[in-house]
C-alpha cells in the first residue's frame, strides 16, 4: 500500500501547533514540584500507615517525621552519581557543610564545592550529566539553573535531539544555554571560557550574546568581548571530565553498548577493522564491572576479556582482532 | 483510541514510585497534546490555556493512583480537561461565547473516543476545511504516544527512517517497525473518525 495518501492528507492538515517554549518550561517545573510533593505525600502516608500498625507510641513518630514532608516536599532535582574526593553540600548560604557522598539527593537551593583534589558528578533530570571539576563551588537554584561561582563545570545533556531538558548555567560573566549537548563552561579570573565538544551554546549577558558550536572554544571578557578559537573535541582538553565521569553498569551489557558510551565519553568514533569484526563484536555480552575506572581505563580493561583489541587514535576508537 | 493501557498503568506506577524519568515522560507525552486539546476551547487565549492545562495535569497527577484504566490515559486527562475549560470560563467569564468543537460535537466525540464512525455525515461540508484539519491533527495527537510525532517527521518534516530511530532513541529497524504500526493506527482513526479513507480525506481537503 503506498503511503502517499498518508502525505497527502497530513500536509493538508498542517502541522500541529507547539505550545511556546516558555510556557513549556515553566510549567515543567511547576508540575514537577507538584509530582515531588505527590510523590512525598504518598511516602509520607505510607509511613505514617506502618507506624500506627507498630503502636501509638510509633505512630506519633512516624506522623512527626512525615509531616514535613506533606507541607514542605523537598524539591529533589538530582541526584550525587560520582565522586573522587571530598565533595561538600550544604543546604543554602546558611546550612552546614556536609561530605556528598554518591547517591545523595541534591534538592533545590543546594551548594555544592569540590577540593583542589576532589571531582563531582551530578545526575539531573532528563539525563542530563553535570560534572564538577577541582575547586568548583556551584549553587541548584534551580532544576533547570545551576549557578557557578568558581571552578569548572563540564555538562552532557544526552545525545542530541530537540527534546534535550532545558539548563542554564549562571556564571559571574553572563549565562550559558546548551542548545546541543557537551560542553565546558569554566569561570576564570577575568571572565569565562567555553569549550563545545558536540551541539551548539549559547551565552549571553544583558544584551549581548554569542553561539559555539562544536570544536570552538569561545573567550568571554569580563567587558563582555567575546574571542574565538578552535579545540580538539577529544584529547587531554576534556581529561579531567571523563575523571569525573559517573560509572557504568557493564553487567549483562552487550559490548556495543558499552563502546557507544566510551565513545561518547572519549569524544571519538567507533571503527570496526572489519565487518567480521563487527559481528563478532555484536555478539559479545559483558559481565563484571568498570566501576571506579575512567572510560579510557574502562576501555582497555573490557577488551582485555574478549579477543577483540581497541586503540584510540585520533579521534577514533579502532576495534579489530586480535592476532 | 488510546491502545497502550498497559503502558499508562506502568507509567503511573512509576511516577508514584517517583522515577524522575516517568515524570519526563508523562510531561513530553502529554503536555502538548494537552495543550492543543485546550487551546481551540479557550478561543485561542495562551494565558487561559497555560493555567487550564496546568491545572488540569496537577489535577491528573494528584488523582493518579484512582486511574482504573476504563479509558486511555489522554482520554482521562481530556476530561478533566474539559471540566477545567468549564470552571474556568465560569470563573473568570473572559469568554464571551462558549466554545463548542467539532470534536466535542456527540457523534465525532464518540468516534474519538471509542471508535465509532458517525455516519452519513459531511463533515467537510458542515464545518469547512479548516475545521476538518484541525481534526485530523487531533486525531494525530489520540494515536498512542510517538506514533503522532513520528508521521510528522516522516511525511512533514521529511526526516529518515534513521533520524526517526535517533530521534526516539531506538534502532532502524524498530523505526521502521513503529512507522508502519503507526500508518495502520492512523489510516484506521481517519476511517472510524471521518468514516472515509486517507485518499478521500485529502481529496476534500483539497490536496
Not at chain 1, 560534572?131 to 549557578?147: E, G, I, N, S, W
Not at chain 1, 557557578?148 to 563540564?154: C, K, L, N
Not at chain 1, 565487518?275 to 580493561?301: F, K, M, N, S, W
Not at chain 2, 471540566?83 to 464571551?96: G, M
Request: net charge negative; proline share 4%.
Amino acid at each position: 500500500m503506498h503511503d502517499d495518501d498518508i502525505e497527502r492528507v497530513l500536509k493538508a492538515a498542517g502541522p500541529r501547533e507547539q505550545p511556546p517554549a516558555e510556557i513549556e518550561r515553566e510549567l515543567r517545573e511547576s508540575l514537577r514540584r507538584e509530582w515531588l510533593a505527590v510523590v512525598a505525600e504518598r511516602r509520607g502516608r505510607r509511613r505514617t500507615a506502618v507506624a500506627l500498625a507498630a503502636g501509638v507510641m510509633a505512630a506519633t513518630v512516624g506522623a512527626w517525621i512525615a509531616v514535613p514532608q506533606i507541607t514542605a516536599p523537598a524539591p529533589a532535582v538530582g541526584t550525587i552519581a560520582q565522586v573522587s574526593g571530598e565533595l561538600r553540600v550544604r543546604s543554602g548560604w546558611l546550612g552546614r557543610w556536609q561530605p556528598g557522598g554518591d547517591g545523595r539527593v541534591v534538592t533545590e537551593g543546594e551548594i555544592l564545592a569540590t577540593g583542589p583534589s576532589a571531582r563531582g558528578a551530578l545526575a539531573l533530570a532528563g539525563g542530563i550529566s553535570a560534572r564538577l571539576d577541582q575547586d568548583t563551588q556551584l549553587r541548584v537554584a534551580a532544576a533547570d539553573r545551576l549557578v557557578i561561582d568558581r571552578g569548572a563545570i563540564y555538562v552532557d545533556a544526552g545525545i542530541e535531539s530537540a527534546a534535550a531538558a532545558p539548563l542554564e548555567i549562571v556564571t559571574p560573566t553572563g549565562s550559558v544555554r546548551h542548545l546541543g549537548t557537551q560542553y565546558e563552561v569554566r569561570v576564570l579570573d577575568d571572565g569565562l571560557r567555553l569549550r563545545v565538544r558536540e551541539g551548539r551554546i549559547e551565552w549571553h549577558s544583558g544584551g549581548t550574546s554569542a553561539t559555539g558550536v562544536a570544536g570552538e572554544e569561545l573567550t568571554i571578557g569580563a567587558d563582555g568581548s567575546v574571542g574565538r578559537g578552535p579545540v580538539a573535541i577529544h584529547g587531554e582538553a576534556w581529561d579531567w571530565a571523563m575523571q569525573a565521569a559517573p560509572a557504568i553498569d557493564i553487567e549483562g551489557l552487550p559490548l556495543a553498548g558499552f563502546l557507544g558510551w566510551a565513545a561518547r565519553e572519549l569524544g571519538c568514533r567507533i571503527e570496526f577493522s572489519t565487518q567480521e569484526t563487527e559481528r563478532e563484536a555484536a555478539g559479545v555480552i559483558l559481565h563484571g564491572t568498570v566501576a571506579g575506572l575512567p572510560p579510557a581505563r574502562a576501555l582497555e580493561a573490557v577488551f582485555a576479556t574478549t579477543r577483540l583489541r581497541a586503540v584510540v587514535l585520533d579521534g577514533r576508537i579502532l576495534v579489530s582482532t586480535r592476532e | 483510541m488510546d491502545q497502550d493501557l498497559p503502558q499508562d498503568q506502568e507509567l503511573i506506577r512509576r511516577m508514584l514510585a517517583g522515577d524522575e524519568r516517568a515524570f519526563e515522560s508523562f510531561f513530553n507525552a502529554y503536555f502538548p497534546r494537552l495543550y492543543r486539546f485546550a487551546l481551540p476551547r479557550l478561543n485561542g487565549d495562551v494565558e487561559a490555556t497555560r493555567d487550564v492545562v496546568q491545572a488540569t495535569l496537577a489535577k491528573a497527577m494528584r488523582k493518579m493512583s484512582d486511574f482504573r484504566g476504563e479509558s486511555g490515559l489522554f482520554t482521562w486527562v481530556c476530561q478533566i480537561c474539559r471540566r477545567e475549560v468549564v470552571d474556568h470560563i465560569r470563573a473568570r467569564r473572559r469568554h464571551t461565547r462558549n466554545v463548542v468543537l467539532i470534536d466535542d460535537l456527540p457523534d465525532v466525540r464518540r468516534a474519538i473516543e471509542s471508535i465509532e464512525a458517525p455516519e452519513e455525515y459531511d463533515l467537510v461540508r458542515a464545518h469547512g476545511r479548516g475545521e476538518v484539519a484541525r481534526l485530523v491533527r487531533s486525531v494525530l495527537d489520540r494515536l498512542p504516544s510517538n506514533y503522532g510525532d513520528a508521521l510528522e517527521w516522516k511525511y512533514m518534516e521529511g526526516r529518515s527512517v534513521e533520524e526517526i530511530g535517533e530521534r526516539l532513541g531506538i534502532g532502524t529497524t524498530a523505526a521502521q517497525s513503529l512507522l508502519a504500526r503507526a500508518r495502520a493506527a492512523f489510516r484506521e482513526a481517519l476511517e472510524r473518525v471521518f468514516g472515509a479513507d486517507a485518499a478521500d480525506i485529502a481529496g476534500s481537503l483539497g490536496a
